[in-house]
């Protein structure tokens, strides 16, 4: 099996954007998840396939480093490879490329296969493992941000999201893009406006269903000139923590709107 970089040409469309023109990093989730299946289906170990055998994909973590959001109208690369095998998780990586060759996202991700019906992660497939450890391509050096420690329990605010059909992805469960809609979105209209996301991790500890009613906590702190914002989504009743997330933002220098 010859492991290679897979990679799309990706035109960044009004739809995909924010008012300011600069790519929703909800939208960027879902282009990761497009570019993995692209590569998973020619691999042999996509969506489709695995639930022939009662088993699909799941996403246990989420890293993004920002380095500039494209913008409305731009053309970029999209890479993504199988980058490893850590225990359970099978890893993936992505860079986001200007025509220029330059870097302007990258992102690292754990994957679990889990049985559709007992909803418990298996062993990964020889043919997973082959393909994640078989090749030479380097694996980012993204180190893990979230420190449990530093999260405590106490949060300033929270807003409430149902999860409604449009949210609902092949596993019958929320789409891990909505999850970063929901802790983006949780936040200020006035601190969104006037910061940039240059960092995300996200860990999805327990599934959303369908009509399910969350809370999306957030605490806002600063650390010299970056503000650091810690997320917990949480069913209505506060018992369980579906994900735990931290931000990394900078001060707008676009002030516009």
């Given at each position: 099996?010859?492991?290679t970089?897979?990679?799309?040409?990706?035109?960044?469309?009004?739809?995909?954007?924010n008012?300011?023109?600069?790519?929703?990093?909800?939208?960027?989730?879902?282009?990761?998840?497009?570019?993995?299946?692209?590569?998973?289906?020619?691999?042999?170990?996509?969506?489709?396939?695995?639930?022939?055998?009662?088993?699909?994909?799941?996403?246990?973590?989420?890293h993004?480093?920002?380095?500039?959001?494209p913008?409305?109208e731009?053309?970029?690369?999209?890479?993504?490879?199988?980058?490893?095998?850590?225990r359970?998780?099978?890893?993936?990586?992505?860079?986001?490329?200007?025509?220029?060759?330059?870097?302007?996202?990258?992102a690292?991700?754990?994957?679990?296969?889990?049985?559709?019906?007992?909803?418990?992660?298996v062993?990964?497939?020889?043919?997973?493992?082959?393909?994640?450890?078989?090749?030479?391509?380097?694996?980012?050096?993204?180190?893990?941000?979230?420190?449990?420690?530093?999260?405590?329990?106490?949060?300033?605010?929270?807003?409430?999201?149902?999860?409604?059909?449009?949210?609902?992805?092949?596993?019958?469960?929320?789409?891990?893009?909505?999850?970063?809609?929901?802790?983006?979105?949780?936040?200020?209209?006035?601190?969104?406006?006037?910061?940039?996301?240059?960092?995300?991790?996200?860990?999805y500890?327990?599934e959303?269903?369908?009509?399910?009613r969350?809370?999306?906590?957030?605490?806002?702190?600063?650390?010299?000139?970056?503000?650091?914002?810690?997320?917990r989504?949480?069913d209505?009743?506060?018992?369980?923590?579906?994900?735990?997330a931290?931000?990394?933002?900078?001060?707008?220098?676009?002030?516009?709107?």
């Amino acid at each position: 099996m010859v492991i290679t970089k897979y990679s799309e040409k990706i035109k960044i469309y009004n739809h995909y954007t924010n008012y300011k023109g600069r790519l929703f990093i909800k939208t960027l989730c879902d282009l990761f998840n497009d570019v993995a299946e692209g590569q998973t289906k020619l691999l042999g170990v996509d969506v489709d396939t695995l639930n022939k055998s009662g088993l699909t994909w799941m996403l246990h973590r989420l890293h993004i480093q920002i380095h500039k959001m494209p913008q409305f109208e731009e053309e970029v690369i999209l890479e993504t490879w199988p980058s490893g095998i850590d225990r359970l998780f099978a890893l993936r990586d992505y860079r986001m490329l200007r025509g220029s060759g330059e870097e302007i996202v990258r992102a690292t991700s754990e994957w679990i296969t889990v049985d559709l019906k007992k909803r418990r992660p298996v062993r990964q497939s020889v043919r997973v493992i082959e393909m994640s450890t078989s090749h030479q391509i380097e694996k980012l050096p993204i180190e893990h941000l979230i420190n449990e420690k530093e999260f405590g329990t106490d949060f300033q605010e929270c807003r409430q999201f149902t999860a409604t059909f449009d949210n609902i992805d092949f596993n019958g469960h929320v789409t891990q893009a909505s999850y970063m809609r929901w802790i983006t979105n949780s936040l200020p209209f006035d601190f969104l406006k006037n910061h940039i996301l240059t960092e995300v991790e996200v860990v999805y500890e327990h599934e959303i269903m369908p009509d399910s009613r969350i809370n999306s906590y957030y605490r806002i702190t600063s650390e010299g000139e970056r503000v650091i914002v810690y997320h917990r989504v949480k069913d209505a009743s506060d018992e369980r923590v579906h994900c735990t997330a931290e931000t990394i933002w900078s001060v707008h220098t676009d002030r516009k709107g």
